[in-house]
């Protein structure tokens, strides 16, 4: 098996462990304590969050409790295995979302990300029909303030033919370059067809607590 392969098995062995729902977080007095790794999953409302955390942890309803009312506004954490804890973000940019809603999800978030030491990346979630809209240049630019590593990664690419794909990801990562915290890989997945999510798990297992 060469590298890529084995790091694949990593990311498909850990993902297959089971996963639980720990909390909803409304506020920064709610999170967990930091004891595992972290990731933190980030993006615009019906990105595909929610499928695509299911996807990976190869479950159906594990993230639709967070469509549960009262749920959107606030962190859910899973925890995966006790090697890594899935922090599922508020969706952001939500249409009819007041000027005082977008000021608490900046707030919440704003203040999770700097104070939390075992973030080890954040995931920012792109819709690949979309590209990167303004309002997820100014998630990038708070990942930059709050000096969090972060990747992009696309979801629902089985919605593009592949030159459109392509056309798309280079585009993004044009403007990932521009952003210091930005990783340099970009990951397009599909949790239709599968697409990415092997790559997407091996990167995950990689930082997860041994
Ligand atoms: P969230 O609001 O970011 O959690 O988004 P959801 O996971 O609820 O998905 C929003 C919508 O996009 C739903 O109708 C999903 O069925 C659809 N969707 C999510 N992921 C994919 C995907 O990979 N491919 C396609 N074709 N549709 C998707």
């Known amino acids: 098996m060469d590298a890529v392969e084995e790091a694949k098995e990593k990311g498909r062995l850990l993902f297959a462990k089971p996963c639980e729902f720990v909390l909803g977080a409304a506020t920064l007095d709610g999170i967990p304590q ?5 990731i933190a999953f980030a993006g615009r409302s019906n990105v595909g969050k929610s499928s ?9 309803t594990l993230a639709r409790v967070s469509d549960t009312p009262g749920r959107t506004r606030e962190i859910n954490f899973f925890r995966l295995d006790n090697r890594l804890m899935l922090a ?17 999800w900046t707030e919440l978030v704003f203040a999770y990300l700097r104070g939390r030491p075992n973030l080890r990346r954040a995931i920012l979630l792109i819709d690949s029909r979309r590209g990167l809209l303004k309002n997820d240049i100014e998630v990038m630019e708070l990942l930059d303030r709050a000096a969090v590593s972060y990747q992009l990664v696309l979801t629902k690419a089985d919605k593009l033919k592949p030159n459109e794909l392509i ?18 890989d970009l990951i397009a997945t599909s949790s239709v067809s599968g ?16």
């Open 34 to 38: 930091a004891e595992l790794s972290e």
């Open 88 to 104: 599922d973000l508020p969706g952001y940019g939500f249409a009819r979302a007041s000027k005082s809603d977008s000021a608490r």
């Open 52 to 60: 695509l955390v299911n996807a990976l942890t190869g479950r159906k």
């Open 195 to 210: 697409q990415g999510i092997p790559e997407l798990r091996a990167e995950l297992a990689a930082l997860a607590s041994t």
């Open 167 to 184: 056309a798309v990801q280079s585009r993004v990562a044009a403007e990932s370059v521009r952003h210091g915290a930005a990783h340099p």
